[in-house]
């Protein structure tokens, strides 16, 4: 059982930033695929970004690249999202899920998820 905890959303204008943070308690995300999903209202859950617990390596949406950053600290038990030049668009719940897989860009493959952070951008 993996206990994921997100943080860091709000409310921001077009064109503003936030972070969002992901902690595991208790474990690492060493052995883990980390990924940030979201979900707006009316539509399906869907991939945004994803970071390898092993070699930190990163893939973004189409629909991000450029904009969000993800990273992981040293110590490997937090994950960020760093979100700039938000749209409107990008308003939705997001999530932190974790998987021991690779079909990274399916949410149906992530094993445990948090309770997920609202960001609401406005224009």
């Known amino acids: 059982q993996v206990q994921l905890v997100e943080s860091g959303g709000g409310l921001v204008q077009a064109g503003g930033s936030l972070r969002l943070s992901c902690g595991a308690s208790?474990?690492?995300?060493?052995?883990?695929?980390v990924g940030w999903l979201r979900q707006a209202p009316g539509k399906e859950r869907e991939f945004v970004a994803v970071?390898?617990?092993?070699?930190?390596?990163?893939i973004y949406a189409n629909s991000v690249e450029g904009r969000f950053s993800i990273s992981m600290n040293n110590a490997k038990t937090t994950v960020y999202l760093q979100m700039n030049s938000l749209k409107p668009e990008d308003t939705a719940v997001y999530y932190c899920?974790?998987?021991?897989?690779?079909?990274?860009?399916?949410?149906?493959?992530?094993?445990?998820w948090g309770q997920g952070t609202q960001v609401t951008v406005s224009s």
């Open positions: 970071i390898s617990g092993g070699d930190g390596g990163a």
């Open positions: 208790g474990r690492t995300f060493s052995s883990y695929v």
């Open positions: 899920a974790v998987q021991t897989g690779g079909a990274w860009s399916d949410p149906r493959r992530y094993n445990y």
